[in-house]
């Protein structure tokens, strides 16, 4: 188990890295993580949700995410409260006191779920939450130190360097742990490290003597390998223009965004992706995109309340392309309808009114993996029909739109064949919405697009390539391989030298 001496230490890339590793090495390796909190998630074949990390460190292994590797999801809903998806599926919504309540009911589901997994795979590497010191929650912790004494896992320790204080925080995380969970310990790994790690080596004697665990490696701090994330941290750390592209992206930056990472490769094809949350930053893009949201309602009106919602209309009146996806989709309507509150106490609140459509809530939530086909052949979408795309779709509420013109259909679903509409688009073809997450990981579709966008701007096209993940996990695991050592991992994992 790897457990962090915080948040966004660098626990998932690790177990991402570690999970490719083993394969590599010939062992069967699944992530796990008992508890995960995120607003990027994953729908699996089974349709149902997990973190985005777990179906990313599956990918890295070279299996199929599963509901088991995540059986406990959170996804905050900015009042306090959040929705709990257990095995995937929406169970209730709590406010955090409720939760702490409630947790311990949730231990029998996660222990099952781990002991699919013990029994399916040669070494199953699982991630904390957090801190295992968070001693006010630790009573009803369910994703650290009480998972590791349920599995009797070795524990590693990662900190992260780069943010200061590594020392006191490993040696403070120790401190803070009962004894029977401070034997669990075995080693520690320094993460996010810049610079000679022959000027670190007094302090790293002196971690391992003072606490009588050896330091199993330094990872260096390093760009350039392209793994989604899931944490929003992540948007902050983020420089706010990426890549030198010909192609200006505005991606609206919601209070409650969630899956951003469809919009990773928009950077590998040539574009300057940047996140706007003021009226003032959206300037005059060549494309502008409203993400999914947790929260449609709640950032409807932050965007009415910024004047980005009016922001958003004039450009898209002017002719600027408009894209809505999942949230942002239902926000481009005319009427938002939550008749059962479901995500507020507004029944109705008028949308940007720039498409044909009217939403409204239900109890019910939508999670499945789609494929559909390209059926617009206007605006953005000319030369495009035809085309096949696969995607996902997470999504409260239902869509009805007034003027029958669609730019998808969705043939396909892992119940079987399939023949009905998805989305909304307008008579230019410069605005649409859907409801299906990662459209843009469809690389001939997102190329031609693009390519579309630029001809209408009067830019030149761009011949792109969508990077090689496999690559990117093959990258990371030989950065980590060489900065830890791996025959004292397989020690602690397996009991034995590799």
Known sequence: MLQGTASSVGKSIMVAALCRIFRQDGYRAAPFKAQNMA?????????????????????????????????????????????????????????????????????????????????????????????????????????????????????????????????????????????????????????????????????????????????????????????????????????????????????????????????????????????????????????????????????????????????IFNLAKSGTPLIGICGGYQMLGKHINDPDKVESQNGTIPGLGLLDTETTFGKKKTTMQVKARVTANNGLMQGLEGLEIAGYEIHMGQTTNQNGTFPFKVVETPTGKEDYPDGAINSSGLIFGSYIHGLFHNAEFTRALLNRVRDLKGLPRVNSSPIDKQQQYDRLAEIVRQNLNMPHIYQIALGKSK
């Open 39 to 311: 607003l990027n998630s994953f729908v699996t074949k089974e349709g149902g949700e997990i973190g985005r990390s777990q179906a990313v460190q599956a990918e890295a292994a070279g299996i199929e995410p599963s509901i088991h590797m995540n059986p406990i999801l959170l996804k905050p809903e900015g009042n306090g409260s959040s929705q709990v998806i257990v095995l995937g599926k929406v169970t209730r919504k709590l406010d955090a006191a409720q939760y702490h309540d409630y947790t311990l009911q949730l231990l029998q589901i996660i222990e099952d779920s781990l002991n699919r997994l013990r029994s399916a795979y040669d070494i199953v590497v699982i991630e904390g939450a957090g801190s295992p010191a968070e001693i006010n929650l630790k009573e009803k912790e369910i994703a650290n130190m009480r998972i590791a004494m349920m599995a009797n896992a070795p524990v590693i320790l990662v900190g992260d360097i780069d943010r200061g204080g590594v020392f006191a925080s490993i040696v403070g995380t120790l401190e803070l742990l009962a004894p029977e969970e401070r034997n669990l310990v075995k080693g520690f790994i320094i993460n996010k490290f810049r610079g000679d790690v022959a000027c670190l080596k007094p302090g790293l004697d002196m971690l391992e003597k003072r606490t009588a665990r050896p330091v199993l490696g330094t990872i260096p701090y390093f760009r350039g390998i392209t793994i989604a994330q899931e944490d929003s941290v992540y948007l902050d750390e983020r420089p706010n223009h990426q890549a030198n592209g010909n192609l200006d992206v505005a991606i609206i930056r919601l209070p409650h965004i969630s899956n951003y990472d469809d919009f990773d490769p928009l950077e590998e094809h040539g574009c300057t992706v940047r996140y706007a949350i003021q009226a003032t930053e959206l300037g005059e893009p060549d494309l502008i995109i409203l993400p999914g949201t947790k929260s449609t309602v709640a950032d409807l009106l932050y965007l009415q309340q910024q004047c980005l919602a009016d922001a």
